[in-house]
C-alpha cells in the first residue's frame, strides 16, 4: 500500500533538521484483468519493483534501490513515485542538484503531490525563503491537515520577521499533532500551545442570590 507522508511511519526527525519524508510505493493494482493489458501489465512490473526498491531501502542497500527505481522509470518514465524515492535517496546524501531534479519531475506529473512539494521546500527553506514557502503553501492547499508542513511555514515566516503570521502557523500545526508543540520554538510555545478542555472537576458555577 502506499505510505502517505502525512500518516504514520514518515522518517521525521525534526530535532536535526534531517527532515525527509519516507519512501512511497504505487498503489495496489484494482483488477486481475489488468494483467492480461499490455500497458497495465507494465504498470504492475513497475509496481513490483516498487515494492522491491522499499524493501532494499529497508534492507539499507540504497545503491541496489536506487537502481530498481531507475528500473521503475524505463517501464513507466513519470511513475512520480520512483522520481520521489530517488529524491528522498539524493537528499538523504546532500546531492541536492539530483533531488531537486527528480522533484520537479514527480511535481510535472502530480503539481499537488504533497510530499514531493514539502520534500523540495526544505532544500529551498534556508536559500530561497519565499519559494519554499509557496511550496508549503501549495502542500498544505492540497493537505490541510499536513501538520509538519504548516510547522516549516512557521519556521519560515520566523525567520522573515513575520511573527504574526508565524505564530498562527504554528498553532496550526499543533492544532493537528500536539507532539509538535515542543519542537515551537520558546517565543511562540505558549501562543501555540494545544488547547485543553477545561477540568470539569476543578469548574464552578455561577449562583444568584434570592431575595
Request: charged share 20%; no cysteine; aromatic share 6%.
Amino acid at each position: 500500500m502506499r505510505r502517505m507522508w502525512t500518516g504514520v511511519g514518515v522518517a521525521l526527525t525534526l530535532a536535526t533538521g534531517a527532515v525527509v519524508w519516507a519512501v512511497t510505493t504505487h498503489a495496489d493494482p484494482t483488477s486481475n484483468d489488468a494483467v492480461l493489458d499490455h500497458a497495465n501489465g507494465k504498470m504492475l512490473a513497475a509496481d513490483a519493483l516498487l515494492e522491491s526498491g522499499l524493501l532494499q531501502i529497508r534492507h539499507q542497500d540504497i545503491p541496489n534501490a536506487k537502481v530498481t527505481f531507475k528500473r521503475v522509470l524505463a517501464l513507466d518514465p513519470k511513475n512520480k513515485f520512483a522520481w520521489y524515492n530517488l529524491g528522498v535517496l539524493a537528499q538523504n546524501e546532500g546531492r541536492q542538484a539530483d533531488a531537486h531534479h527528480a522533484y520537479d519531475t514527480a511535481l510535472k506529473t502530480d503539481s499537488s503531490y504533497t510530499s514531493a512539494l514539502f520534500n523540495k521546500a526544505l532544500l529551498l527553506e534556508t536559500g530561497d525563503p519565499d519559494a519554499a514557502l509557496n511550496l508549503l503553501r501549495r502542500a498544505v492547499a492540497a493537505d490541510p491537515k499536513a501538520s509538519t508542513a504548516h510547522f516549516h511555514i512557521g519556521e519560515t515566516l520566523a525567520r522573515k520577521g513575520l511573527d504574526k503570521q508565524a505564530r498562527a502557523a504554528y498553532h496550526q500545526a499543533v492544532e493537528l499533532d500536539p507532539s509538535l508543540h515542543s519542537h515551537v520554538p520558546e517565543a511562540f510555545g505558549g501562543s501555540a500551545a494545544p488547547y485543553r478542555a477545561p477540568d470539569e472537576s476543578t469548574e464552578t458555577t455561577e449562583t444568584t442570590e434570592s431575595s
